[in-house]
């Protein structure tokens, strides 16, 4: 079975389904389970989501930190409109479970990483091309809480 699930990923899965299904069932077929990839691919989901749950804080973190530092930018609005969008997926996709494996610090100090070192704009727009930022705070102003639940 492991080599239809690595030659393709669609039909074995859907394999592994009806398999699972069967056993579910009460069915007893001549085929088992690959029990060792259906258990990889269960845990690998939570992983998943998680992840992308950082992920998105990370990025929502980011744009609130470029409205920070370049407050006069014309892309303010936007970047403010994008941080919240990412904290609604963020909310959306949390699960109460993940709060003791999201580090807030950790997260802000990924975006801190991530925060341009100057800001490339039109100068004729609003002259702040190649600016440098200015001072962010070092350590996350917000809890997760506060993240996930600043909702318009």
């Not at 269960?42 to 470029?66: N, T």
């Not at 609003?126 to 600016?131: P, T």
Request: with cysteine.
């Amino acid at each position: 079975m492991g080599d239809l699930y690595d030659d393709d990923i669609l039909e074995g899965s859907e394999r592994q389904a009806r398999l699972l299904r069967d056993v579910a069932e009460g069915r007893r077929g001549n085929e088992a389970p690959d029990w060792a990839n259906v258990i990889e691919e269960i845990e690998s989901v939570g992983r998943s989501q998680l992840s992308a749950v950082k992920s998105l804080l990370v990025q929502a973190l980011l744009h609130d930190l470029k409205s920070v530092a370049w407050p006069l930018s014309r892309d303010v609005p936007h970047w403010q409109a994008e941080a919240r969008g990412f904290r609604d997926e963020a909310a959306d996709a949390y699960a109460p479970s993940m709060r003791q494996h999201i580090d807030v610090a950790e997260l802000y100090r990924r975006a801190l990483r991530r925060l341009p070192e100057s800001l490339a704009e039109t100068p004729s727009v609003c002259g702040w091309d190649g600016q440098p930022p200015l001072p962010v705070p070092d350590v996350c102003p917000v809890t997760l809480e506060e993240l996930l639940g600043a909702r318009p």
